[in-house]
């Protein structure tokens, strides 16, 4: 097992996810609300590199870092290219993150390794001593997962992902709203795969035009892809 893993080939299954995540990405002129939670507990410091999991396709969170001298980088395979996500990987990956965020993307995600997956890739971009930052959108809180017009909705409440992403952290509370995960636990990527996601033919119909065409050929096994927020 490793400490921030590498990322080699692979014996773990990729996920597959049947509803991508592209339109559920919205803020376009407001931060999601984790970076503001967090930077009210001063856990923005500069210098420091954020690895943003699943962050969408707009720059406020990033442009807000960048004031606090943070150095945000975005992972999302949904709504970012190849390229960008490959680069991406290559500047958090391995633990070279200090902090991580993960903005409303548990939530629309059905499936649980899937969900999985995401947790991992958080916990194993950060360094000895690193935070991860989960925020729930609950929805109606019922539990009852479905489909929605932008994707899939689990409706479940925040303390619920506690469980999930206690596997992959040793100590996770919830603050304000948000669930704070230190400790990241050592991950084997022969058996949980990070920074990876198998796109159904399903999914790739559905891309934003941006994304489309570099993903229209055949899924390798595993991809340096993830979620989108």
Same mark, same amino acid.
């Given at each position: 097992?490793?400490?921030?893993?590498?990322?080699?080939?692979?014996?773990?299954?990729?996920?597959?996810?049947?509803?991508?995540?592209?339109?559920?990405?919205?803020?376009?002129?407001?931060?999601?609300?984790?970076?503001?939670?967090?930077?009210?507990?001063?856990?923005?410091?500069?210098?420091?590199?954020?690895?943003?999991?699943?962050?969408?396709?707009?720059?406020?969170?990033?442009?807000?870092?960048?004031? @606090? &001298?943070?150095?945000?980088?975005?992972?999302?395979?949904? =709504? $970012? !290219?190849? *390229?960008?996500?490959?680069?991406?990987?290559? %500047?958090?990956?391995?633990?070279?993150?200090?902090?991580?965020?993960?903005?409303?993307?548990?939530?629309?995600?059905?499936?649980?390794?899937?969900?999985?997956?995401?947790?991992?890739?958080?916990?194993?971009?950060?360094?000895?001593?690193?935070?991860?930052?989960?925020?729930?959108?609950?929805?109606?809180?019922?539990? @009852? &997962?479905?489909?929605?017009?932008?994707?899939?909705?689990? =409706? $479940? !409440?925040? *303390?619920?992902?506690?469980?999930?992403?206690? %596997?992959?952290?040793?100590?996770?509370?919830?603050?304000?709203?948000?669930?704070?995960?230190?400790?990241?636990?050592?991950?084997?990527?022969?058996?949980?795969?990070?920074?990876?996601?198998?796109?159904?033919?399903?999914?790739?119909?559905?891309?934003?035009?941006?994304?489309?065409?570099?993903?229209?050929?055949?899924?390798?096994?595993?991809?340096?892809?993830?979620?989108?927020?």
């Amino acid at each position: 097992m490793v400490r921030g893993n590498k990322i080699p080939d692979s014996d773990a299954e990729v996920p597959e996810q049947e509803y991508i995540s592209a339109d559920t990405s919205i803020n376009s002129s407001k931060r999601p609300a984790v970076f503001n939670i967090v930077g009210k507990e001063g856990g923005w410091k500069k210098g420091t590199i954020n690895a943003d999991i699943g962050g969408g396709r707009f720059e406020t969170a990033t442009e807000y870092l960048k004031e @606090q &001298g943070v150095t945000n980088v975005i992972w999302d395979p949904f =709504n $970012r !290219p190849p *390229k960008e996500n490959a680069a991406a990987v290559e %500047k958090i990956a391995n633990g070279k993150s200090d902090t991580a965020t993960v903005s409303n993307v548990l939530n629309v995600i059905a499936e649980p390794k899937a969900r999985d997956m995401v947790i991992a890739s958080a916990a194993s971009s950060l360094k000895a001593g690193g935070a991860a930052y989960f925020s729930i959108y609950e929805g109606d809180r019922s539990g @009852q &997962g479905h489909a929605t017009p932008k994707g899939y909705q689990l =409706n $479940r !409440p925040t *303390k619920d992902y506690v469980g999930e992403i206690s %596997k992959f952290f040793g100590d996770v509370t919830v603050r304000h709203g948000v669930i704070v995960a230190t400790q990241p636990k050592e991950i084997d990527p022969h058996r949980q795969p990070v920074f990876s996601v198998h796109h159904t033919e399903k999914e790739k119909s559905t891309f934003p035009a941006h994304c489309h065409a570099a993903h229209s050929a055949k899924p390798k096994r595993q991809m340096t892809a993830g979620r989108g927020a």
